[in-house]
């Protein structure tokens, strides 16, 4: 399928938490621009479920590494309607108070959407919408300290709060349903270290080239 026939191409990242499957999507949408390719990341952090009618401290005690706690559907609709050429209005999610606040932002339709995010390959329907999927795969160590560092630096978490999450939800469930859905993936990416992987960025880029010539 061409270009002409299929405007929109859809790129599928998943992998455990710090993984950096933020970092590479930003750093895909970068370079695909600096060579005339519209972009925007699709995340899946923004279609957490909203807990507005639990007390806060109800809601801090949720599991939020669960695929249960994604509205899949209203991300799928979403992605779809971006894929159709239609504006959204996306969620946006505040995890200093875990739910949704109550403006919510327009995302104009791109050419190409980064959908990322620890269940971006586990929902079928997402899957089904995904042009290329890939899965970034980092080793525990470096994985958790960049966890520790951003739910600190962005998410105001203490550091008890954050170990007990780490041992209680994080890992768990990465084993349960994140790391499994690997399958799914059409191309894995060993991320060791910070450096970004050069090879597969600039392979990325090269296919985005290719599809929009």
Known sequence: MNHKEKPHFVIGVAGSSGSGKTTLATKLVTQCAAIGISGQIFSLDSYYRPLDHMSFEERKAQNYDHPDSIDSALAVNQLRDLCTGKAIQQPVYDF??????????????????????????????????????????????????????????????????????????????????????????????????????????????????????
């Open 96 to 213: 200093k108070i875990h739910t949704r606040r109550k403006e919510s932002v327009t995302c104009m339709p791109t050419q190409m959407v980064v959908v990322e995010g620890l269940y971006a390959l586990y929902f079928q329907e997402l899957l089904d919408l995904c042009d290329f999927k890939i899965f970034v795969s980092t080793d525990i160590v470096t994985a958790v300290l960049r966890r520790v560092q951003r739910d600190i630096s962005e998410r105001g978490r203490d550091i008890e709060g954050i170990k007990h999450q780490i041992l209680a939800t994080v890992l768990p469930m990465f084993e349960t349903y994140v790391k499994p859905s690997q399958r799914n993936a059409h191309f894995s990416i060993n991320w060791e270290g910070e450096e970004i992987p050069t090879k597969a960025t600039v392979g990325l880029v090269r296919m985005m080239r290719d599809h929009f010539r």
